[in-house]
């Protein structure tokens, strides 16, 4: 097989192959929303980034930790979804990361009710044999030592890194954070923290800032108000879907995330616009999900749905030019 | 010339004119902002208006009052631009509206530092005979009280009439507001404007409620986030150009609903697909006028860059689905 670049932004490396490793969190939730509360549902970045993942060919495993109190029909709803678990260590005698947060009547703001953060003070992330020379890796919104810690185990420059954060790193872990920063081709931050991160008002030179520090890409998400995603001098911007009801907003940004790699991780092509295609299935998937509770809404993503939600979208923006 | 509905949304009453009466304030304004100030500068929601309408065929008649301070070149301008002033009115002895603000390092907050109405409190607006028959009637952001008396000096119903309001009328005078809007087919609105006044968190449910009190199309500015069209259950989201620098925010709504508005006299077709390259449309203009003090970038405006800018605009949301 022969593979030529296409025009400057397509980059073949060796050949690529299908494998999307994903680091993050398990965890299980209590979330208060306007409308309805959860008291112990399954959460955690990773879950959410998997399940994103699920609906596209790609062999995807995490990188995670669990305790004994992780729920077998947990672990079995992720590998009925063809997500690979050899990367979760479950320690025994010990208790799942636990988060509870309580959304505002706007949904865009939350408080935070209680972190326990219980296996996660222990977790010390081995990436498995197989997964070493993965293609693709996508690194969730953790600490950064321990995201730096799993790229430091592959085996081959991954040909895509991927990484998200939060504010909390952004405030506690600043040059740990820029190191990996460094490192990574996309990073993904929402507007207050881009703004935080690099002390720049404006979100075009935010992402600038962002792009001198490393990565080629930067996607900066603004909650309802879509997301944009900047290469060099290349701008898109990509609506959400305006809901009636947000029904909670818990793993939006990791679903997003999740769906944008995978499908990348599917086409085989790192171009911007395979990325815009990439931003515009990331804010589908993310529409599913905050539509229910928890992971519910995107565990029953079909084909056929998600087809039919990415044809909305294009309906959204498209306007005729006279 | 027999015109015949083409599809639901078309209609067509007599034979749609050019005419366009634009109901707003002329004013001088002090802006500071973080990239500068500027003393006393042309401004007024009806300048903009009339500035931005003047990019496309209309017959465009200002309603609006002036004081003897108001300068012979800020007139010069206006007519140069092909712009009837009939209907502004001069008081003796009186002073120009005078409105100074300052805008916080974000530019989407501001401060009002002083407004001294002047020649507004004596107001009677009086729509010249030749404006009467006008198919397209804009009524500026200004007290409901006058906006309503501008609609009942029309001899006809205009064919579109489109309204733009702001937070101080929705505190102080509610009840005259919602009696304008049962009469008016589009309003324009900001989303903080859109949420207080039907007390809807969701912009979805907001604009159902606009559209229930009266307006067929709901159109929600939201700054840098762009603007949402609403039409039964049609959504139109359209993007705003990342800038790097927006060097003054003042003016933006009104050049953004006078493009809009213009563009649909130009074309005499009332359409949700017209709509939608309006607000693009819109957008752009608005674009240029953020990027220069007060009225400047606005005065140059040329089909060239316009037409370039709305190609911007495509570029900005378009993506491939495979």
Not at 15 to 41: C, H
Not at 141 to 146: Q, R, S, T
Not at 168 to 177: A, R, T, V
Not at 282 to 291: H, L, R, Y
């Amino acid at each position: 097989m022969k593979l030529k670049p296409k025009g400057k932004r397509v980059f073949y490396f060796c050949i690529m192959n299908n494998k999307l490793l994903v680091l993050g969190t398990m965890a299980y939730d209590a979330i208060e929303t306007p409308f309805g509360k959860a008291k112990k549902i399954l959460g955690g970045c990773a879950t959410y980034i998997g399940l994103a993942a699920s609906n596209f060919k790609t062999e995807c495993g995490l990188i995670s930790i669990i305790g004994t109190d992780f729920e077998k029909r947990h672990l079995d709803l992720l590998k009925a979804n063809n997500i690979n678990l050899e990367g979760v260590e479950k320690l025994e005698g010990e208790k799942t990361f636990f988060w509870s947060g309580k959304y505002h009547n706007d949904l865009n703001t939350r408080t935070t009710l209680d972190t326990q953060l219980n296996v996660l003070t222990k977790f010390k992330p081995k990436v498995p044999e197989s997964f070493k020379d993965s293609s693709f890796v996508l690194l969730g919104n953790l600490d950064p030592n321990i995201q730096l810690e799993v790229l430091d185990q592959m085996n081959k420059k991954p040909d895509l890194i991927v990484m998200d954060t939060m504010n909390f790193w952004i405030e506690s872990y600043k040059e740990k954070l820029e190191e990996l920063i460094c490192r990574v081709d996309v990073i993904s931050i929402n507007d207050e923290e881009a703004r935080q991160i690099t002390q720049k008002n404006s979100l075009v030179e935010a992402a600038k800032s962002l792009q001198a520090m490393g990565p080629k890409y930067v996607i900066i998400k603004k909650g309802e108000h879509g997301a944009l995603l900047f290469n060099d001098n290349d701008i898109f911007c990509a609506p959400a879907l305006p809901l009636e009801k947000v029904f909670d907003p818990t793993g939006a940004g990791d679903s997003f995330i999740g769906g944008f790699t995978a499908y990348l991780v599917q086409r085989k092509k790192i171009t911007f616009e395979e990325m815009k295609t990439g931003v515009i299935i990331g804010s589908a998937i993310a529409s599913f999900t905050v539509q229910e509770f928890g992971t519910k809404a995107l565990e029953k993503i079909t084909f056929a749905s998600l087809e039919q939600r990415i044809k909305v979208f294009k309906s959204l923006t498209e306007f005729k030019l006279n």
